[in-house]
């Protein structure tokens, strides 16, 4: 391994796996006793993509989840109340009760950006977080992640554009989960891996089993690391599947049963128990007392949620603005003067790479730049196919 994992860090990745599927256990137990405001959207099957690809991040980089992403919430420092609470709009949540679901975020501390609903939108603006980062000397990397479906939108294809362009410490981790609400991704993508679309942008990508915590966790640190090192911007496909509907008024009745059937032979943490069993990373007794852990953390932080309020009502007509309530400053990591002028001025004179002609530089001119192309119009069908390979996107290493 690049990078290599230590028995400790894979006894977390569990944690932060069972935790995952505990705590949205506990929440569909809660939803069907009408304690959860609003909806409920389940990750099962998931938890692997979001574990492992946060678990990749470092303290000082940012991040911004999507309605499954839960897990990678709890390995932001995140607690189960922290998510009860929301869920079921009390007082001490981290919105106060005012939101639900997975809308809330932590710009001081874990560097957490509210999710947008409005899917795509996102990755323009976690483009500018990183860009923001790289600017004040932060060396950070910013993470978010998108639906098979809202690979589709202008959202995602500007935001992704502009963070090419821009070359951003970005990772885009695509979880291909198989649906877009109830269709499948080849009734609305003509390519088998979603991953293809990075050639677009001339960047980097990586396709990996999105149900192998370990593979997710090493492509994506390596994803991360090469953002970090300044080489722009990264798409990770991860290749996994949503088990349940949409939410959980949607039965998924469009699934078809042997689909469900073969992805539940790969369920990501029965996987991963037998892993860390093959290769002697814990026992029994360790799994035990991780487990009990859990059941301890989310009944202690169920009773807290269970016991607290609702919201008073005058705090509606409160925070609708901002007035003073908080500051927020630039958190500058290098002289302000190596991006300020005089010593970052520069003349608004661009180089312009063969004119954005067709030709090879040192370019031809007259008859010679139509013959090195053909008719003068577009490069030779060899020459593009040959460029296409070239292009094709890095896999990662899948383990068996």
């Known amino acids: ?23 949205e256990e506990q929440l569909v137990r809660l939803f069907r006793q009408n304690k959860v405001v609003g909806g409920l959207y389940s990750s099962l099957g998931q938890e692997a993509t979001s574990v492992g690809t946060a678990y990749a991040l470092e303290p000082r980089d940012w991040l911004a989840p999507m309605i499954r992403n839960v897990g990678a919430l709890l390995v932001k420092g995140y607690k189960p109340r922290d998510i009860f609470t929301q869920y079921m709009a009390r ?44 600017y004040l000397g932060q060396k950070i990397v910013a993470m978010t992640w998108i639906g098979d479906g809202g690979t589709s ?21 695509v979880e291909n989960n ?14 088998r ?16 089993d999105g149900n192998d915590v370990v593979a997710v966790c090493q492509t ?54 037998k892993y860390l069993t093959q290769n002697k990373l814990w026992n029994t007794r360790t799994k035990a007392e991780i487990d009990a852990r859990i059941e301890r953390e989310l009944k202690e932080d169920l009773e807290f949620a269970e016991s607290s309020s609702f919201p008073p009502p005058e705090l509606a007509e409160q925070g609708v603005y901002c ?18 002028p005089p010593k970052a001025s520069t003349l608004a004179v661009w180089q312009v790479e063969n004119f954005g002609g067709l030709e090879q530089s040192p370019a031809p001119t007259g008859h010679a730049a139509a013959a090195a192309s053909g008719d003068g119009t577009r490069p030779p069908a060899q020459k593009r196919a040959r460029k296409a390979k070239a292009a094709k996107p890095a896999r990662a290493k899948v383990r068996r």
């Not at 309530?325 to 500058?332: G, I, M, R, T, V």
């Open 91 to 134: 007082y001490t949540s981290p919105t106060l009760g005012k939101d639900g679901t997975s809308h809330f975020g932590d710009v001081k501390v874990r560097h957490v950006v509210s999710p947008i609903s409005m899917l795509g939108d996102l990755i323009p603006v976690m483009t500018g977080v990183a860009i923001a980062g790289r």
């Open 1 to 23: 391994m690049r990078f290599p994992l230590t028995r400790e860090q894979h006894l977390e990745l569990y944690y932060y796996m069972r935790l995952n599927r505990a705590l």
């Open 153 to 173: 939108t202008g959202a995602f294809h500007e935001g992704m554009n502009f963070a090419a362009v821009q070359k951003a410490p970005f990772v885009c981790v």
């Open 178 to 191: 198989q649906w877009a609400y109830s269709t499948p991704v080849q009734r609305q993508v003509p390519v």
């Open 220 to 273: 994506a640190k390596e994803a991360v690391e090469r953002c970090r090192a300044g080489d722009g911007p990264v798409i990770l496909e991860a290749k996994t599947m949503r088990m349940r509907g949409h939410a959980q008024h949607d039965p998924a009745e469009y699934v078809p049963k042997t689909m469900f059937e073969y992805w539940k032979a790969r369920d990501p943490i029965d996987r991963y128990e």
């Open 193 to 208: 891996d979603l991953a293809e679309r990075a050639r677009a942008y001339g960047i980097p990508s990586y396709i990996v």
């Open 323 to 340: 007035e003073g309530c908080h500051s927020l400053a630039p958190e500058w990591q290098r002289p302000v003067e190596e991006v300020t």
